[in-house]
C-alpha cells in the first residue's frame, strides 16, 4: 500500500461519548498507521468548523473521510460525502451508534472498525446506501417528529442530569402532559390527515441507540418509511415503548407504515430531529435520494 496515495481524513469529536472518542483515537491511530495509511486529523471547535473542515478534506481528494463519535459526528460525514465518490468510515464512539449498526459494526470494538478501514481501503471495497434529505440537509437514520420529538426538545434544554438519564427524565416529563397531534401528510402526493402520537421517517430502521421504530425499513431500495404510531393512552405507551428495542410493535394496532419516495410532514409545535441532530420546525419535506452515499463495508 502506498501512502502516498492512500490519505484518510479522520474526523473527530473528542468529547463525543462522555470523551469516549478521544481514547477511542489513541486506540486506533497506531493501528491505522501501521498499515500504511496517512491520517489527517480534522477537529473542529463547532460542528458548522468540522463540516468545513470535512468538505475541503474531501475536496482536496481523500481517499476516505473516517468519522469518529456518534450519529452526529456521522451527520457532518454525511453532509460532506453524500454525493461524491469519497467513501465515508465509521468508528462508533457516541451514545446511540444506530449508523455503525446499519453497516455492522460493534460499538465496543473500535479496532474492530479500524481494521475494516484498513481492509476496505486496500480491495476498494464499498457499499452503496440511500440517504434522506430535507432542506438541503442529508440524514441516515430516522425523523423524529412527535413525542420523541419532543422528548429531544426538552433534553436538550435541561443542564441535569447528564447523559441517557436526561432523556429519561424528559420522557417522564413530557407523558404527564403530552396528547395526540394533529399531523397533515403528503405521501407521495395523496394527502392525510390524522392524529398520532408520533410520525417517524425512516431512511433506517433504528435511532436513539437501538430503537427499532422503522423496523423493515431497507438502506437501499430508494424509499423512506413513515411510520404513525396512532393515539393511545399513556399507560399503553409506557408498555409499547420496549416493543421499540426489538421491533415488535409494527403488529400493535395503532401501527401504520407508509412506504413513499416522498412526504411533507406538519403538525403544530414539534420540532424534527434526524441522527440525533435538530433539522428545524414542521412542516419538513423530505425526499429519498437513491445511492447517494459510499461507506466502507
Known amino acids: 500500500m502506498s501512502s502516498a496515495r492512500r490519505e484518510i481524513a479522520l474526523l473527530v469529536n473528542p468529547t463525543a461519548g462522555k470523551g469516549r472518542a478521544a481514547r477511542v483515537v489513541d486506540a486506533v491511530l497506531p493501528r491505522l498507521r501501521s498499515a500504511g495509511l496517512t491520517i489527517r486529523m480534522l477537529v473542529g471547535d463547532s460542528a458548522d468548523e468540522s463540516l468545513d473542515l470535512a468538505r475541503a ?21 454525511l453532509q460532506a460525502t453524500a454525493g461524491t465518490t469519497t467513501p465515508l468510515g465509521v468508528v462508533p464512539a457516541g451514545t446511540g451508534n444506530d449508523v455503525a449498526r446499519y453497516v455492522g459494526l460493534h460499538r465496543k470494538d473500535p479496532l474492530g472498525a479500524a481494521d475494516r478501514i484498513v481492509r476496505t481501503i486496500t480491495t476498494g471495497e464499498r457499499r452503496t446506501l440511500d440517504l434522506a434529505r430535507t432542506g438541503g440537509r442529508y ?94 393512552s399513556k399507560a399503553e405507551l409506557v408498555r409499547t415503548y420496549p416493543r421499540l428495542f426489538r421491533g415488535t410493535h409494527t403488529t400493535h394496532p395503532q401501527y401504520e407504515r407508509h412506504q413513499v419516495r416522498r412526504v411533507t410532514v406538519a403538525a403544530p409545535g414539534i420540532v424534527g430531529y434526524a441522527d440525533g441532530e435538530r433539522f428545524g420546525p414542521l412542516p419538513l419535506t423530505i425526499e ?10
Open 139 to 232: 440524514y441516515a437514520t430516522v425523523m423524529a417528529a412527535g413525542f420523541d420529538a419532543v422528548v429531544n426538545e426538552r433534553a436538550n434544554k435541561m443542564a441535569w442530569p447528564k447523559g441517557q438519564m436526561r432523556y429519561n427524565l424528559a420522557t417522564l416529563l413530557e407523558l404527564r402532559t403530552f396528547t395526540p397531534l394533529p399531523y397533515v401528510l403528503d405521501l407521495d402526493g395523496t394527502t392525510r390527515t390524522t392524529e398520532a402520537m408520533l410520525v417517524a421517517v425512516g431512511n433506517g430502521p433504528s435511532f436513539g441507540g437501538g430503537l427499532r421504530i422503522a423496523e423493515g425499513a431497507s438502506l437501499d431500495d430508494g424509499l423512506l418509511d413513515v411510520v404513525v404510531i396512532k393515539p393511545m
Open 288 to 297: 429519498s435520494v437513491p445511492a447517494a452515499l459510499e461507506v466502507l463495508a
Open 57 to 77: 478534506a474531501v475536496g482536496e481528494g481523500v481517499d476516505a473521510l473516517v468519522v469518529v463519535g456518534g450519529d452526529g459526528m456521522v451527520n457532518i460525514g
